[in-house]
């Protein structure tokens, strides 16, 4: 369990700050010059002109990366689908009742499937509102 928590929270936080740096380098050079014109130093620049730019671009990358977070998770039996499979398991050796599976596959799917479509909707919204100012 540690090696697996370990392998999750190196290769996520290199896909997320990878994730970030993209973001920030989609930021348009002539945001970054229009700053500095009025006088903003580069931090400043930063803070308030290309790093909230830069989010906005990134949040439907970072929703979809925790998606799969949560689906590696799982495989890592410290959360979601297999640690839930493990306590219906449990309650149906106790009691002989399978509504126990049943229960953990509403429950992943309960955490799971609003993520996704979150991720979609902002996804289609984001894009519609970038076809818009173009046009």
């Known amino acids: 369990m540690f090696w697996g ?3 999750l929270v190196i290769s996520y936080s290199a896909y997320t700050a990878e994730v970030y740096r993209a973001g920030i380098e989609s930021v348009h050079e002539s945001q970054r010059m229009s700053a500095r014109s009025i006088g903003l130093t580069q ?3 930063l803070r308030y002109v290309i790093v909230p730019q830069a989010i906005r671009n990134v949040i ?3 929703l979809n990366g925790f998606v799969s977070l949560q689906k590696d998770v799982a495989l890592v039996f410290v959360l979601g689908v297999r640690e839930g499979v493990r306590e219906a398991e449990i309650y149906n050796a106790s009691t002989f009742n399978f509504t126990g599976y049943v229960v953990a596959a509403i429950l992943f799917l ?3 499937v609003p993520v996704a479509r ?3 909707w902002y996804t289609d919204r984001d894009r519609r509102r970038k076809q818009a100012m173009s046009s």
């Open 5 to 7: 928590i370990t392998a």
């Open 60 to 62: 439907p990358a970072l």
């Open 43 to 45: 931090i400043q620049a």
């Open 118 to 120: 979150f991720t979609d």
């Open 110 to 112: 309960l955490v799971s």
